[in-house]
């Protein structure tokens, strides 16, 4: 079993703007397939099946998104609560700081043990639990001899929206196999190259480490990121807020410092690229990052089917998927992607439509949005 679960809950998931923004990220959506669960509750069952009865579960995250977190945990029982803490993040600076921010904290309230740490973002789709759970626990043994271990996925198809996995092709089938390098989002004709070798996996963004071995990296990689962490005192108990019984470092002294010196980097770039030590397990288990809005829709029954709130009337309109909070008709739209928000939960109201297959587009959508300095729409 692992002593500490690290899930990192920040972002502002704008790949599925406009219904994830800054205030309301996808973590805390509802999962399409499940809408009494959304993403970060899933990923908090999955944290509590890796850790023994006294482990921790960490909980890095922006500010905004502390009553999100709060109210996804309502449910829990009060001792699975007491063994949660959650860290709002002053400002967001990349998983890098986030994942530095929680190694020392684990540090700083465990007298230095060395601890078996397991991170994992929140808004990714993963089951069965059991198998993923099961194979997660491999991970305890392998990272006792000094390695970075992360979960590759199998590509089922030449992706360009994720970062790859280069494995020698002499490991491949092994349980435990020893990572050659890793490569960025790639474009099309590298993706169908990277399928075909064979020797190549998609980046899950899920790690184990021991602490004492991910410091020394750190301090080798990018000592910039991690010494201003560990310069914060040791958290007293007036430095927590208890909200409906969970644990809040809300007042961690020089926190909101310590990340405005911070570089904002991957912890992918700042250390996981750098080390030789890094090992990788193939996925058993089904794994889904809902990075686009052709994705969520895929997982709508029928992948043509609306998860609207409200109706949507169509005319002659063939595989258009519709998310709407107002009604909608459809016209001879065909094969399109769209999605209403009409304000009435106090956000600016805003609309996409695009073709589908073109929906990695929003990130630059996003981008225009910035350098419109509409942060209301964001």
Known sequence: MFDECVIMAGGSGTRLWPLSNSKKPKQFLPVPTDRTNNFFKLSLERAFSLVAESGRIIIVAGKTHVPHIVNSCTALDEARKRRITVIPEPEAKNTAAAIACALVFIEKTTAGRNRKIFVMPSDHLVEPKDVFTAQSLVFAHHIETENLAIFGIPPAAPETGFGYIEI??????????KVVSF????????AERYLKSGNFYWNSGMFAFSSGFIKREFLRCAEDIITPFEALPVPQKDAYAIKDGLAILEHW?????TYGQIRKISFDFAVVTKSALVVMSAAAFNWRDIGSWDEYAALVKDGSSDSSETTVFRVGSDNTFVDSDIPVALCGADDLIVIVRSGKDGSAPSVLIAKRGATQAVSAVVEQIKKENRSDLL
């Open 183 to 190: 490569h960025e989002k790639p474009d099309k004709p590298t």
């Open 253 to 257: 002294k020089g926190l909101a410092e």
């Open 168 to 177: 020698s092709g002499s490991d491949v089938g092994q349980e435990v196999m």
